[in-house]
Each structure stands twice: as structure tokens, then as C-alpha cells.
Nanobody, 121 residues
Framework: QVQLVESGGGLVQAGGSLRLSCAAS????????MAWFRQAPGKEREFVAA????????YYADSVKGRFTISRDNAKNTVYLQMNSLKPEDTAVYYC??????????????WGQGTQVTVSS
């Protein structure tokens, strides 16, 4: 059974940084793309960033491009989201996600429980 567990959320002032982690169990991540999504109160879940299984390609929402960096450490079976220059509008629950099939991006079938990020102004 695949489990994804996020950590690293918290309260930070605008302009600050946080690093989120997503640890996987029940699966070796090295052949799977991974992604981060977020959901703010009263809003739909939105894509934040994704990384190909090889780590060679990354993708970002326009709203976070240049501020957030997605990375992976396959030896630790973990994916990260480094968030810099945080803004109040980045406040949301952040989720990591993984497809059920290897090598592909999209069609995310496995989700973590989420970690809260709150950015104060």
C-alpha cells in the first residue's frame, strides 16, 4: 500500500522560507513522477509543481515560478518543495501526489494527508 506523508509546514512571515518534505512508503519513488498541489480555504485544489521520474524535468505554476523549487532524493524516497519569498496568498494546505503508473506525469492517484502552510503579512 502506497503512503505519502508530508511534513515541514508551519507559520512563517511574508518573505520567509519553508521546505516541505514528502516521504513515501510502500513504493520506490525512483521511477515515478511526483507533484505538489495546494488548496486554500474556499478554493479548489491547484497544481503547484511537478518533477519527472528522472528528476531531469520540473514544472511550476506561474504563481510560484522563480520562488519554489521541487526536488527529489530517490535514495531517501523523498520529494521536497523549497518555498522562498513566501506571500500571504501562498497560505494553503499543501499535498504531495503520485501517479499509479511509473514514468508518466499527471493522473495522480495517490495523495498525502496534507501539511498546513500559513504566511502572515
Amino acid at each position: 500500500q502506497v503512503q505519502l506523508v508530508e511534513s515541514g509546514g508551519g507559520l512563517v512571515q511574508a518573505g520567509g522560507s519553508l521546505r516541505l518534505s514528502c516521504a513515501a512508503s510502500g513504493r520506490t519513488l525512483s521511477t515515478y513522477a511526483m507533484a505538489w498541489f495546494r488548496q486554500a480555504p474556499g478554493k479548489e485544489r491547484e497544481f503547484v509543481a511537478a518533477i519527472a521520474w528522472s528528476g531531469g524535468s520540473t514544472y511550476y505554476a506561474d504563481s510560484v515560478k522563480g520562488r519554489f523549487t521541487i526536488s527529489r532524493d530517490n535514495a531517501k524516497n523523498t520529494v521536497y518543495l523549497q518555498m522562498n519569498s513566501l506571500k500571504p496568498e501562498d497560505t494553503a494546505v499543501y499535498y504531495c501526489a503520485s501517479p499509479s503508473r511509473p514514468f508518466i506525469l499527471g493522473k495522480y492517484d495517490y495523495w498525502g494527508q496534507g501539511t498546513q502552510v500559513t504566511v502572515s503579512s
